[in-house]
């Protein structure tokens, strides 16, 4: 087998690798619609801050619940800057179903402060446990997460978009939860695959990572299976320090672009992490740095930068529907009687191989014909303008 077939057949086996199956079976209960004793089930939302990924997830799994029939089916709306709490707005006032009711009073937002986030986190669960007034509660990425999967309340909750809630030490273990209503999905090999086939494709020595040294920074960055592959494969992590969870977008924003020029000058590769700092203003000042050095990246987002300039990633195969969909049964069997703890938390979703060729030509890197043809995305150009010099 020649080389770069070797590398094919690695890219094509790490994207098919998976230790548990995204269709497993779940223990039997139901996910029709139904009543709570002749009343409609009330729904609470919960997050650190705006992200991204929140309001996809949030999409997604409603638009899973109107495919179930929990929710009338109707268009979406576009929110402005994909505003989970417009979009809240809009489910608590305009979504029409007979089954669940999303409580316009229950949307809660810690805006990446962390005195906000003691006061809001604290406020919660007080409702939580004394009110009884809400029947599931959206915990939206890590720091709602670490906030609620505790025994203060017992109130079912579904914990979203987060990198590694074992590591965050959100979930007792891929299998169990460590709560019986707390409930959070865990793709357990998602990074790893990245960082392995970022290294079949580059072989790089030194590989840069930006991240915020908290525990939930170095989650998402996933930082210990990155040093699980560098051990392995005896490459060098080059560290540098950002900030992140902060209500400071600017000094985000700064940290993140200062880290990477300091990067660009020692390292071979970069592995573009996900967080506050990496965004639509930033990420082409840096993917400007990438083909100015000539440096090969990977986003661990996704598609979506690589359409930007990043060179390589891995993406959602069919976006975030299969994502929302499995939420969506999760919401339809704790509504039918299951604890969060019963129902599986391991969803591996499947996957694209995303290469960005106009970045691979003008850093110089080779890509053989049947790495092309290995690729389920293949950006001929760079979408967003470059800023100026």
Known sequence: MQPMLKITALILCLLLFSIASGTEKQKDFSIAPTLKNGEKWNIGYYQGGDFENYYEYLKSSVQGLMTLGWIEDTPIPEFKNQSTHLFWKWLSTKAESRYIRFLDDAYYTADWDKESRKVTSEKLIKRLSGSKDIDLIIAMGTWAGKDLANNKHQVNTLVMSTSNPIMSRIIKSNEDSGYDHVH??????RYERQV????????????????EDTSAGRSYAAIDLIEKVAKEKNFEVVRCLTKSDIADKELANKSVTGCFEKLFQSVDAIYVTVQGGVNSKTLPKLVKMALDKKVPTFSQMGSKEVRKGILLSISRKGGYKAIGNYFATVFARIFNGAKPRELSQVFEEDQNFAINLKTAELIG????????????E??????????DP
Not at 184 to 189: E, G, I, N, Q, Y
Not at 196 to 211: D, N, S, T, W
């Open 196 to 211: 392995r086939i970022f290294y079949a494709m580059v072989k790089f020595k030194k590989l840069g990572v930006a991240y």
């Open 365 to 376: 890197f080779y890509l053989h014909a049947d790495i092309i043809a290995a690729a389920d």
């Open 184 to 189: 959070a999905r865990v793709d357990p090999l």
């Open 378 to 387: 293949i950006y001929h150009e760079i979408e967003a303008p470059l800023p």
